[in-house]
């Protein structure tokens, strides 16, 4: 499988970023832009999005960016800087950037952003198993 389809199969099974209304904007291998928008449900009690969604936002763009070198690449450490409160309607792209990638482990940087203000900066790493996308 090529690594720039990997991403388009891992959404098609992938229940958890298909309800956030995650979408694929484009992917390059190492690279992947995930998009989506905030909606009701999934803000908290102050009215601000939940720091879970631009973290699973990011997480999604992160894992895909990971998997497009054509092994199953599973995230062992990651966090994220939450910067500005996200609203209800916010449209939101993630991208995801593999910094740098040795022989088991990608290190990766992910931006969200509403529009072009940077609201969030997720990091993280991977893990890339011998096993090869089919």
């Avoid at 905030?38 to 601000?48: A, D, F, Q, W, Y």
């Avoid at 894992?63 to 910067?83: D, L, P, Q, R, Y």
Wanted: proline residues 1%; hydrophobic residues 45%; aromatic residues 8%.
């Amino acid at each position: 499988m090529k690594g720039i389809d990997i991403p388009h199969k891992m959404l098609s099974q992938d229940a958890f970023s298909t309800w956030l209304g995650i979408e694929i904007l484009e992917c390059e291998i190492g690279r992947c832009r995930v998009a989506m928008t905030i909606r009701k449900e999934m803000l908290n009690s102050m009215g601000k999005a939940h720091g879970g969604i631009s973290y699973a936002l990011a997480d999604t763009a992160f894992g895909f960016a990971a998997n497009t070198h054509g092994k199953f690449a599973v995230s062992i450490e990651t966090s994220i800087n939450h910067i500005e409160a996200l609203e209800e309607g916010d449209y939101l792209v993630a991208e995801s950037v593999i910094e740098t990638v040795k022989n088991r482990l990608g290190f990766n940087i992910v931006e969200v952003k509403r529009g072009a203000e940077l609201v969030a900066l997720f990091k993280g790493i991977v893990y890339r198993t011998q096993k090869d996308w089919e």
